[in-house]
């Protein structure tokens, strides 16, 4: 017996050891760690590698790894769709792993995606999901968290919270006294105090970050000295903007920031009343092919037409720069359309892939929880058989126990029925007492009420009630039924007080003989009368007189 059950062990056992080398075990994890190191000083060759990795074949471990060396790494070709559904994959993995280095690095580098995307808002949200998982003492990335917010916040115009991250980056960057991060956090820094008018100190930032900026490197040189000219310019010093947007043009190499800057050098020469030449430098940056500098430029050369009392000159360049204007619109209106459809196509694209996933992971998960509900069917049948004589010695004593709990029970519940059925006896019994009491004593009001009544008739035989009667009247309805017209005026405020009167005369049942004789009315004028107060008090699904009766 023994040796049969260990022979049906030994096939579920080797199917586990299977299952287990499939799932957590395929043999890549340390070609993933190797492109992760690789990355650092080659990340093109690193790429190259990492894109020939098929992901279908990774365990779930090696797939979260893939997708954050992928996100990590992207380009401008990779589609957001995939990139984001890997992100979603490894960020569930190092969730449940709990391992807060990996998940700082998704959220950080999947918010710089998104915030290239133009999703601001969802980029804001992973920047600080990331500052939730950041490791304190790294001051790189917290270095890196802050400047990436802080260049996000001055996007939103949330200037409280940019001026926050930016001086936390600055902060970081001197705790890792690197100069170059020092100078790059000043630069972003400045943009802060221009943003706010603060000209001054946005200049007293910048030439400090000159100072830290390493002469080699030309064109971030060449960005600070053009933002410089900018601070100039905004508070009309034309020759210092010159000075400085000319020591810009001197180091850099790039196009269409020379056109740029030569745009800038027109508005200091203009600053400085050199018309012509503003005017030739503005028309030289017209040629640059970028739209925001053609705009600029055109506007630049309307007004300073416009100063020169050339009006048709400055309506040409005025059109033209509308013309450009309103293109720079239609195309940040197609980049809005575009991205709704993308999100579209996102979410379309990523129900499909995870159907796709789940079909494709289904049939093989079915199979390997088959195989594990055999092994513990198998398990159980074993423990079962060692436990199968012991329990067929106690058996017997269960039973008994048993039947002898159920007659208790039984008797419990026979006992509480018959306690239940006298407590339901005696309840009936009161309300019948009740409903009799209520008949009685209804009878014996209207023997008091209706001889009042009748008693208030004239000469003529006419019903006239004096507002003593009607008080003694209210009196009673008040003292037999409860305050009956303080609580129907406390539900119905609207009521009037005639109405409260006909409502007392319903509550003691008055016949409709009496009440036409009490109103000088027909009988039926009383029954409209008591249609539109029910209409008044908004009763439905009873007559009036079925509703205060029961009030």
Same mark, same amino acid.
């Given at each position: ?216 490197? /030309? #064109? ?7 933002? !410089?000219?900018?601070?100039? @310019?905004? $508070?009309?010093?034309? *020759? +210092? ?63 300073? /037409? #416009? ?7 400055? !309506?040409?360049?005025?059109? @033209?720069? $509308?013309?450009?204007? *309103? +293109? ?224």
């Amino acid at each position: 017996m023994r040796y049969r059950w260990y022979a049906l062990l030994l096939p579920a056992l080797i199917v586990l050891f299977l299952f287990y080398y499939d799932v957590f075990y395929s043999g890549y994890i340390e070609e993933l760690y190797r492109i992760e190191k690789m990355y650092n000083d080659h990340p093109m060759e690193a790429r190259a590698v990492l894109l020939k990795i098929d992901p279908r074949s990774l365990t779930r471990k090696e797939r979260a790894l893939y997708g954050l060396l992928r996100i990590k790494n992207h380009s401008g070709y990779d589609s957001f769709t995939e990139l984001d559904s890997l992100a979603e994959e490894a960020i569930d993995y190092y969730r449940h792993a709990i391992d807060s280095s990996r998940l700082f690095q998704l959220y950080y580098f999947k918010g710089k995606i998104l915030g290239e995307k133009g999703f601001l808002v969802r980029a804001a949200v992973h920047y600080r999901k990331a500052q939730e998982y950041a490791v304190e003492n790294d001051l790189d990335t917290r270095y890196l968290l802050s400047s990436s917010m802080g260049r996000m916040y001055h996007v939103k115009m949330m200037r409280e919270d940019e001026k926050r991250a930016k001086l936390e980056a600055l902060h970081y960057a001197g705790l890792l006294n690197d100069s170059l991060l020092l100078g790059q956090a000043l630069i972003e820094m400045s943009g802060y105090y221009y943003g706010t008018g603060d000209y001054e100190l946005c200049r007293g930032v910048l030439k400090q970050a000159v100072r830290l900026m390493p002469v080699s490197d /030309k #064109e971030r040189l060449a960005t600070v000295y053009a933002k !410089l000219s900018q601070t100039y @310019l905004s $508070v009309n010093r034309g *020759d +210092s903007a010159l000075y400085y947007i000319d020591r810009a043009l001197a180091l850099t190499t790039d196009r269409l920031a020379v056109y740029r800057y030569y745009n800038r050098k027109g508005d200091a020469f203009l600053k400085l009343g050199r018309k012509d030449s503003a005017e030739y430098y503005f028309s030289y940056s017209l040629v640059s092919g970028d739209i925001r500098t053609q705009m600029a430029a055109y506007y630049d050369l309307s007004g300073l /037409k #416009e100063e020169s009392g050339d009006r048709s000159g400055a !309506l040409k360049y005025l059109k @033209l720069y $509308v013309a450009q204007r *309103d +293109s720079l619109d239609l195309e940040r209106k197609e980049l809005f359309f575009d991205n709704l459809s993308n999100i579209a196509a996102y979410q379309r694209a990523r129900e499909k892939a995870d159907l796709k996933e789940s079909e494709l992971n289904r049939k093989k998960i079915t199979f390997y929880r088959i195989l594990m509900g055999v092994f513990f069917v198998l398990s159980l049948l074993v423990w079962l058989s060692y436990r199968n004589e012991r329990h067929r010695r106690k058996l017997k004593a269960n039973i008994r126990q048993k039947e002898e709990n159920i007659m208790r029970a039984l008797l419990l519940q026979q006992e509480a029925e018959n306690k239940l059925l006298k407590e339901r006896e005696g309840k009936e019994q009161a309300e019948m007492e009740r409903l009799s009491l209520t008949v009685e004593y209804y009878k014996r009001l209207n023997e008091m009420m209706i001889p009042f009544l009748l008693r208030s008739r004239n000469r003529q035989g006419a019903m006239h009630l004096k507002e003593e009667e009607w008080s003694i009247i209210i009196e009673n309805t008040n003292a037999c039924f409860e305050g009956f017209t303080l609580r129907i005026k406390a539900v119905y405020p609207q009521l009037t007080e005639e109405e409260i009167r006909f409502c007392c005369l319903i509550k003691m049942e008055l016949p409709i003989s009496l009440l036409s004789e009490v109103y000088h009315i027909a009988r039926t004028s009383i029954s409209r009368k008591k249609v539109r107060l029910k209409e008044k008090m908004r009763i439905e699904e009873m007559t009036l007189d079925d509703f205060i009766r029961g009030f």
